[in-house]
């Protein structure tokens, strides 16, 4: 994430391709394995134009998770804000906390440190949502009860 370099370098790779109008939505999970509190409290951030997905994805939490959802039309600092500059769908899904996790992008960020329920959560959030935006059935991705 330095610099956002990553992103931006794919979403010129797009651009150059003519291919911004492939992508349905770009997600960018973000620190969403760590809770700085009992309340596994998940941010979802997006630009206004693109205000939808923060309901496709707080829809699939309602229905799939425990999550409290957060939501900010703000989008700023993180791997999603190039793809939203180049005009494309994209949201970022990160625990609210992430601000005061003292090893934030440091050598002492460890697995030691990730809190597998909110991890759990918020990729369930994620599949259901990203299920649903392919169109394809979401209940179905959690019928065998694997996840549970």
Known sequence: EQ??????????????AGETGQV???????????????????????????????DVYADAAARYTTLRIVTSLNAFGS?????LNAGMPALLTI????????????STDVAANVDLQMGFQTLRMNVAALAGLMG???????ADGFED
Do not use: K
Request: glycine fraction near 6%; proline fraction near 7%.
């Open 3 to 16: 610099g956002l370099r990553g992103s931006q370098h794919q979403v010129a790779d797009l651009q150059n």
């Open 95 to 106: 625990e609210n906390d992430w601000d005061s996790y003292p090893d934030y992008h440091r």
């Open 24 to 54: 349905l939505s770009m997600l960018n999970m973000d620190m969403i394995g760590y809770s700085g509190d009992a309340d596994l409290d998940c941010l979802l951030e997006t630009n206004p134009p693109y205000a939808d997905l923060l």
């Open 79 to 83: 791997d999603h804000v190039p793809f």
């Open 136 to 142: 394809l059935d979401e209940p179905a991705v959690f």
